[in-house]
Structure formats: C-alpha cells, structure tokens
C-alpha cells in the first residue's frame, strides 16, 4: 500500500510569505503527526491531529499551524516566514493516536528553504 | 533543554563487527523508547522500540537495551552490514496533557558501516 505522501517535497519561499503543506497518509491512518528536522536542533515535535481535531502541540509560535480533514488528510501552514524556518518538515502517520504500540509511519518530508 | 541526548555525531565501523549506539535522556516520564534509522532524502523508518517495563529487546540483527537507573539505553547491530549506514534516532514517548503522547528525538547518530 501507498506510504504518507507529502507535498510539495522542495520549495522556496521569500521572508514574510506564508506556505501550505500538504501530508496524505497511509490508507486506514487516522492520526497524522508533523515535526520539523533542522541540523542544529533535530526532529522536533509540531502538532498531532486525529480525527480532525489537534491532540497536541509542541513548543512553536503561533505561526505554526495546521489542521486535518475528515479523510484524515492533513496540511500544515506557515505565515510570515522567517529565515531560521528552513527546515525539512516531516510527516508520519499512524493507526491511531499515541505512541506506545503504535507503529508510526514517515512520509519523505518537504524542503522548505527561506530565502 | 535537550531531554533525549545522542553525544556522539557519528560512528565508523567496519562491516560485520558489532555497532553500539547511545542514548541517554533525562525525563524520567519517559515510558516508551524508539529507534529510527534514516537515509538521506527519506523520512526516518522505524527500527525497534523497547518499553520502559522491559530491559531487552531484540528483533534479528537489532537489539535495544534499557538501563532504566543510568536513563541510558543503546541500539546494538550484529553483525553491522554496509546497508546499515545511515543516521539512527533514538525517541522517547512521554504522555502529555489531554491523554495524548509525544515523540522527543535526540538530534542523531551517523554509522557508517566500511566494507
């Protein structure tokens, strides 16, 4: 079966633009997580939503969001880009919410460069 | 605060001894414990997860050992194979508000496994 399929997988954005990003997961999936990979502080945790609703939210400013739809389908969107936002943003899919055995899936992840 | 740490960047070693890498964390919330290797342009995969109740687990070359007193525990591949290359995560689960959980990874060790 297909695995999570993120779009776009590079793009480039100009300081103050905002940008949508687009995670389909695997099929059956109902819970779609997001992280952010940067070399100087890893993956770090963005949100997790499940069944259209955010379970959980990490440490990022306001300018972070996303949301899921009601085919489990989720997008993430980013306003007044900053530079340090360049990042590779990951998404990962899973049966259902949580971790514990849970066996969560990750998508190839779109480049996003700030310039 | 770095909650899960990996200390070392990156390790070489020569294919078919045994690779050993590290992880220590400090939140003693931690209650599940992954492992995820990663190639460069892919998203990370999961490799082995061992829970905090146990102290081994194995799954064919992969083992993952828990020291739950040191908050230490480490990833040992036998025999390492030069396909092994690649960047590994260890990430830890921690329950959070709302009966939700969340991932937090360390920022990655590099094998390289020489022919």
């Known amino acids: 079966k297909a695995g999570v399929t993120q779009t776009p997988r590079y793009l480039i954005k100009t300081r103050g633009q905002q940008v949508t990003l687009s995670c389909s997961p695997i099929s059956g999936h109902r819970s779609v997580s997001w992280y952010q990979q940067t070399p100087g502080q890893g993956l770090q945790f963005l949100f997790e939503y499940f069944s259209e609703t955010q379970r959980n939210k990490g440490n990022f400013p306001g300018r972070f969001s996303g949301r899921q739809f009601s085919n489990s389908r989720s997008e993430m969107n980013v306003s007044t880009l900053e530079l340090g936002d360049s990042a590779l943003y990951l998404c990962?899919?899973?049966?259902?919410?949580?971790?514990?055995?849970?066996?969560?899936?990750f998508g190839e992840g779109s480049w996003l460069t700030v310039v | 605060d770095q909650q899960v740490k990996q200390n070392s960047p990156s390790l070489s070693v020569q294919e078919g001894r045994i690779s050993i890498l590290n992880c220590d964390y400090t939140n003693s919330m931690f209650d599940y414990f992954l492992w995820y290797k990663k190639y460069p342009a892919e998203g990370p995969t999961f490799l082995i997860s061992i829970s905090s109740i146990k102290d081994k687990n194995e799954d064919g070359r992969f083992t993952v050992f828990l020291n739950k007193s040191a908050k230490h525990l480490s990833l040992h591949i036998v025999p390492s194979q030069p396909g092994d290359s690649a960047v590994y995560f260890c990430a830890a689960s921690a329950p959070v508000q709302g009966g939700s959980e969340k991932l937090v990874f360390g920022k990655g060790t590099k094998l390289t496994v020489n022919p």
């Open positions: 990962a899919s899973s049966l259902n919410p949580g971790i514990s055995g849970n066996t969560i899936y």
